[in-house]
Nanobody, 115 residues
Framework: QVQLVESGGGLVQAGGSLRLSCAAS????????VDWYRQTPGKQRTLVAS???????DYAASVKGRFTISRDNDKNAAFLQMNSLKPEDTAVYYC?????????WGQGTQVTVST
């Protein structure tokens, strides 16, 4: 069982930045693909950014150029640097780690962007 713990959420003004962290309890974290999702009330969870075990990244169109996903396998952690935040980025952000058919989720961290 892999445990993921997100941190770094909070309240920020539009145009500001936040850095989310995802700490994993598994020593083979380097083998996992890591995704960041976000979810607002009443809506489906949507994919924001991904990073493969080899470090290849991908982003949703809505965050490309503003968000950066990264990972530090030595620390069993992944990150989401969020810049130029907009009110529409307000959501609960979740990280997930996937290895073949196994996917694990964190508990989420709230990000609120005020106008």
């Amino acid at each position: 069982q892999v445990q993921l713990v997100e941190s770094g959420g909070g309240l920020v003004q539009a145009g500001g930045s936040l850095r989310l962290s995802c700490a994993a309890s598994v020593l083979t974290f380097n083998l996992y693909r890591v995704d960041w999702y976000r979810q607002t009330p009443g809506k489906q969870r949507t994919l924001v950014a991904s990073i493969t075990s080899r470090g290849i990244t991908d982003y949703a169109a809505s965050v490309k150029g503003r968000f950066t996903i990264s990972r530090d396998n030595d620390k069993n952690a992944a990150f989401l640097q969020m810049n130029s935040l907009k009110p529409e980025d307000t959501a609960v952000y979740y990280c997930s780690a996937t290895y073949y058919s196994l996917t694990y989720w964190g508990q989420g961290t709230q990000v609120t962007v005020s106008t």
